[in-house]
Each structure stands twice: as structure tokens, then as C-alpha cells.
């Protein structure tokens, strides 16, 4: 990809073509959810993050939790590889038992809290990519104010219930047939 504001950036090619639609007059902000969502989950690293979330799962669902349940899952965090999502949700899982949150209930509100924290993380990275873009003149200022207005916009539309489903069914493609290429005479932005 040898065009966009983000031409130059160590990013890989789903998030500069999300970078292109942020200053594309051409691309609506469903399409820019779509194409955001597909990079996070791209970025999710699904092969390290489900067998920890069955583990999680299946020890969370015993009839019988331990008095402290909480050093029994920091072992299963431990045996499992650190991605950052592993980390945001040890901290949000933890934290939920603290709070006195039900076994059954403290996944599902951990991870609901870790798509939230990852939608905010994400935004924010992409607002740091646009002010590089600025700074390099690959962006003029008039499309850093649009990409940044945009990508404000676009993480403020991405539904963090969407992103727990793709986590949880650990489905990459989730979002492919969204970001799909329109066909046909009908069909395009609207």
C-alpha cells in the first residue's frame, strides 16, 4: 500500500486502509467501523487469546470455586502467553471478584470492560499515528483535523458488545463481509 497518511507508518495494511478512510469523503462511517473492527480483531491475537478464555471458562464454571479463587486464576494468566488483551482482562476479571461479582457473571463484565479499554487504547494509538502523519507531511492540516474528528467518531460508534462476540466465538472474520468491496450498480456510498 503505497498511498494514505498512513503510508509510512510500521502499521499493518488493514490500518492504513482504515487511515485512507479516515480522510476519504468516499467511505461512510459504517465502513469505517467495519474496517476498525476487522484491524482490532486482526491485532487480537485470537491464537493465544481462546484457549485462554476456554481455560478461564471451563475453571469458572466448576460448581465448587475455591475460597479465594483469585491465585487459581493468575496460574491459568501464567500458563497462558501475555497479549495485551490477556492482561486487560487478568485485570478486570481480579478486579470483578474484588468487587464481589458472581463467578458467572465476572467473565462476561471482564470482558466487556477489556473491549472498552481496548476500543480507548486503539483510538487513542490511531489519534498518535494521525499527529505522526501530520508531523511527517503525509497529512495536510486539513486531514489531520478530519482524520482525527473521524476516528473520534468511528471509535465512538464500534459497539464493545460486538467485539466480546468475536473474542468469545473466536472469530476472525466477524467483520470481513462488512469491509467487503461493494458490488454492482446499486450499491456504494450512500
Not at 491464537?47 to 471458562?57: G, S, V
Not at 491465585?71 to 470483578?96: G, K, M, V, Y
Not at 502523519?133 to 489531520?144: C, F, I, K, N, V
Not at 460486538?162 to 463481509?177: H, S
Request: charge should be negative; proline fraction near 4%; glycine fraction near 6%.
Amino acid at each position: 500500500m503505497t498511498d494514505g497518511p498512513f503510508r509510512n507508518a510500521k502499521l499493518p495494511s488493514c490500518w492504513k486502509r482504515y487511515g485512507q478512510q479516515l480522510v476519504s469523503d468516499a467511505a461512510s462511517q459504517e465502513e469505517r467501523v467495519a474496517q476498525a473492527c476487522l484491524s482490532m480483531i486482526g491485532d487480537a491475537e485470537m491464537e493465544t487469546f481462546n484457549p485462554l478464555l476456554r481455560e478461564l471458562k471451563a475453571h469458572l464454571e466448576r460448581r465448587q470455586m475455591d475460597l479465594d479463587p483469585i491465585p487459581a486464576l493468575e496460574t491459568i494468566f501464567e500458563n497462558h502467553s501475555t497479549a495485551t488483551l490477556a492482561d486487560a482482562l487478568q485485570r478486570h476479571l481480579i478486579a470483578n471478584f474484588g468487587d464481589q461479582v458472581s463467578p458467572e457473571n465476572a467473565l462476561d463484565k471482564a470482558l466487556e470492560s477489556t473491549a472498552r479499554e481496548w476500543i480507548g487504547t486503539t483510538k487513542n494509538r490511531i489519534d498518535e499515528e494521525c499527529i505522526r502523519a501530520r508531523e511527517l507531511g503525509d497529512m495536510s492540516r486539513e486531514d489531520y483535523q478530519t482524520g482525527i474528528d473521524r476516528n473520534r467518531e468511528t471509535f465512538s460508534a464500534i459497539k464493545s458488545s460486538d467485539l466480546c462476540d468475536a473474542l468469545v466465538t473466536g472469530n476472525k472474520r466477524a467483520f470481513k463481509q462488512a469491509v467487503q468491496k461493494k458490488d454492482g450498480v446499486d450499491e456504494g456510498p450512500e
